[in-house]
């Protein structure tokens, strides 16, 4: 069964590091870009990170420097890990999969969601 699932989500200071992971189901792992989005309260949903099949990445603006995205070709997972948490990274945050995420394209596959919120 096609499916992305998230885990790692919670409550976290701001300044603490957090780290999500995305578990894949190997046709989709293999086979797409893998990424994380998110969504704040009341915002448009925006690309956090994106990796290829190759490892290639990419980055919000607003995370460079601070969140790095990986990917486990054995365990068929992708993991984000958060640092310098700051209030405005609160949101639902999402894996992704699809072909053509690194030129723009709209993911194929979704997970459920997870969500971190950071404190003051």
């Known amino acids: 069964q096609d499916q992305l699932v998230e885990s790692g989500g919670g409550l976290v200071q701001a300044g603490r590091s957090l780290r999500l992971s995305c578990a894949a189901s190997?046709?989709?792992?293999?086979?797409?870009?893998m990424a994380w989005y998110r969504q704040a309260p009341g915002k448009q949903r925006e690309v956090v990170a994106r990796?290829?099949?190759?490892?290639?990445?990419d980055y919000g603006d607003s995370v460079k420097g601070r969140f790095t995205i990986s990917r486990d070709h054995a365990k068929n997972t992708v993991d984000l890990q958060m640092n310098s948490l700051k209030l405005e990274d609160t949101a639902t945050y999402y894996c992704?999969?699809?072909?053509?995420?690194?030129?723009?394209?709209?993911?194929?596959?979704w997970g459920q969601g997870t969500e971190v919120t950071v404190s003051s």
């Open positions: 992704a999969a699809g072909p053509l995420l690194l030129s723009g394209g709209r993911p194929r596959y």
């Open positions: 190997g046709s989709i792992f293999n086979s797409n870009t």
């Open positions: 990796i290829s099949i190759r490892d290639s990445t």
